[in-house]
């Protein structure tokens, strides 16, 4: 990977998508991995009970394991929680062990429930680690994890599968960014949407793509990421598949839209400079 250049202030994305295995966890990963891999700092928050995001970045997250349940608990900080991943020098991961799987209902009953992640993660924080990606790896819901990451965060990722179906669910989506951004943090954007899973031997995949653009236009990055069986054997061995098979398209795919999401910093318009309205 060539190196990148830092962008001037910490990014924070939210990668959501309620539907299911439409490629967030890959995503997360794959595109984490690719930036450390360029130089810069990265930190990923594990956000889904299952701790898919955490397998492919070769962290620890047995039950027990201090993780993103205790930075939502207010119990420890970003500093304590997050680990270095063994697959680069900057990459790093708050893990999500099966305790996260009780805090939905957890979060209900406490004060500040959709701005606690909000609260434990700010700019200067993450500027002081040398951070300049944190990635949201959302569970397939829009509840309160979800919610929490979408206050947390400035710009949201949505990954689109190039599948029947793509956009089902995504109208319910973009209706919930808008509430976020009503209520809870004005400063959230749609920054990118990503197609993922793309067969170009198909006619449909090519449809969807072009639905995609139309709809979404420049928030959709150019680099599509193609079906590959090798993307999905690579977190079996707790790897990405940039430590998987760093030749392959999935690989370098990867890398371009790591690379093109990375350009696109300056675009960026931050409404209040980085200082959050509560509500
Ligand atoms: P989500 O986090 O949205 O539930 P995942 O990232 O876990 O989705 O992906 C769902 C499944 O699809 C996983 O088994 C994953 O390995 C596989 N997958 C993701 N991206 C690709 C791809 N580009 N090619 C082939 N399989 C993929
Ligand atoms: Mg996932």
New binding site residues.
């Given amino acids: 990977a060539r190196p990148l250049s830092r962008p001037s202030h910490p990014r924070i994305i939210t990668i959501a ?1 309620q ?9 997360t990963v794959n595109l984490a991995a690719s930036l450390a891999l360029g130089g810069l700092g990265v930190l990923v928050i594990d956000m889904d009970p299952q701790g ?1 995001a955490s397998t492919a970045l070769g962290v620890d997250h047995r039950e027990g394991t201090p993780s993103s349940y205790e930075l939502l608990m207010w119990e420890s900080a970003i500093e304590d929680l997050m680990q270095r991943s063994p697959h680069a020098e900057r990459l790093f991961c708050i893990p999500a062990t099966i305790d996260l799987a009780g805090s939905e209902i957890e979060l209900v009953g406490l004060e500040h429930r959709e701005r606690r992640l909000a609260e434990v993660l700010n700019i200067d924080d993450l500027v002081s680690l040398g951070i300049d990606y944190v990635f949201l790896d959302c569970p ?1 819901s829009l509840g309160l994890l979800t919610v929490n990451a979408m206050v947390a965060a400035s710009e949201v990722l949505i ?1 689109i599968q190039c599948e029947y179906y793509a956009l089902e669910g995504v109208g319910q989506l973009l209706r919930n960014v808008e509430l976020i951004q009503q209520h809870l943090n004005r400063e959230l954007q749609i920054s990118t949407i990503m197609l ?2 793309y067969d170009g031997r198909t006619k449909l995949a090519e449809q969807v793509a072009g639905e995609v653009r139309n709809h979404f236009g420049d928030a959709v990055l150019r680099t599509v ?5 090798k ?2 054997e690579a ?1 079996g061995y707790g790897m990405t598949i940039l430590q998987y098979d760093a030749g392959s398209r ?1 690989a370098l795919a990867y890398l371009d839209a790591a690379k093109e999401l990375n350009d696109r910093s300056d675009r960026l318009v931050s409404h209040s400079e980085g200082t959050r309205d509560s509500a």
Avoid: Y
């Fill in positions: 998508n539907k299911g295995g439409v490629g967030k966890t890959t995503s898919n397939p990954p993922t899973m990421i193609p079906r590959s069986v993307v999905s977190p999935g």
